[in-house]
């Protein structure tokens, strides 16, 4: 069976109410495109999981798809806060979300630990910040080998990874490069994995700080571009600044938020750059 399937089929295919989903990118690659589509198939009853929520997690939050969101930073940056993952958490609307912070070495350490089939990962940090008392999934441990106390993290396997990539070749691997964040972390931890990608090529020609994920590590390829706007996809476009700032316009009030969700992802036409 291909593994190259629109972006629909794939939502419909591998995101289900209730999951655990981890749609990672860190400033850019950022799956917008994907996210759009879980609204529009109005998945509900979410885990999202990423280390940096932006705006793609505020309008899944504002939509109604997220119950619970685990994070290690949130923010639209550059601009201030998010209005909806505000409003949801402090309100309860649409639906009230409850949040499990980390620092952005503990979450990432938690896919490691899922990626290497471990139960936790042990690090140094939480210790001196309210974390380690307001965080569920941290412990401390005792080294066996010395007097030291260190933190543990569970490990984490979501139920679908989903990715932005510049590309992919015809046998099904992917390609990244630039900032790639924890996106293989993420992959590699998950139980299926959805990558979207700005362009499909016979074969690669690896760039500076190139990344190949595998096939075999890969459920679905849906070909997408400008797949990560308004984030920057390197090589492809750069971050359109000016989305960012409008969002804090959009999201501010639930009135303006539903006339976005109505005419740019719900409207025949979808959501275009």
């Given at each position: ?8 089929e794939a939502?419909?295919?591998?995101v ?12 850019h690659l950022?799956?917008f ?8 198939q109005?998945?509900?009853?979410l885990t999202a999981?990423r ?5 793609i ?25 998010l209005?909806?993952?505000r409003d949801?958490y402090?309100?309860g ?7 499990e912070?980390?620092t952005h070495a ?8 899922g990626a290497s089939g ?8 939480y ?12 412990s ?5 080998f010395?007097d ?8 984490i ?21 630039g ?5 293989k972390?993420?992959?590699f ?13 016979d074969?690669?020609?690896p760039?500076?700080?190139?990344i190949i ?8 390829i849906a ?15 750069e ?8 969002w804090?316009a ?6 303006s938020f539903e006339?976005?969700?109505?005419d ?6 979808g959501?275009?750059?």
């Amino acid at each position: 069976m291909s593994k190259f399937l629109s972006l629909s089929e794939a939502i419909s295919r591998y995101v289900h109410d209730g999951d655990t989903v981890a749609l990672e990118g860190f400033t850019h690659l950022i799956p917008f495109a994907a996210g759009h589509e879980i609204i529009r198939q109005r998945r509900k009853n979410l885990t999202a999981v990423r280390l940096t929520p932006d705006l793609i997690y505020d309008q899944l939050i504002g939509a109604g798809c997220v119950k619970k969101l685990v994070f290690s930073w949130g923010g639209n940056p550059g601009v201030g806060s998010l209005h909806r993952f505000r409003d949801a958490y402090q309100s309860g609307w649409p639906v009230k979300i409850s949040i499990e912070e980390h620092t952005h070495a503990g979450l990432t350490n938690r896919y490691v630990a899922g990626a290497s089939g471990m139960p936790f990962a042990v690090l140094r940090g939480y210790f001196g910040s309210d974390l380690f008392e307001q965080t569920s999934n941290v412990s401390t441990i005792q080294s066996p080998f010395t007097d030291e106390k260190f933190l543990a993290v569970a490990a984490i396997n979501p139920d679908v990874a989903i990715i932005h990539a510049q590309q992919a070749d015809k046998n099904g691997n992917v390609m990244m490069w630039g900032i790639t964040g924890s996106s293989k972390e993420a992959v590699f931890a998950s139980k299926a994995t959805i990558v979207t990608v700005e362009e499909i090529v016979d074969t690669f020609q690896p760039k500076f700080n190139s990344i190949i994920i595998p096939n075999v590590l890969i459920d679905a390829i849906a070909h997408v571009p400008r797949g990560a706007w308004p984030s920057y996809a390197s090589g492809y476009y750069e971050r359109d600044n000016d989305a960012y700032i409008a969002w804090d316009a959009v999201s501010k009030d639930r009135e303006s938020f539903e006339k976005w969700l109505a005419d740019e992802i719900y409207g025949e036409s979808g959501a275009k750059p």
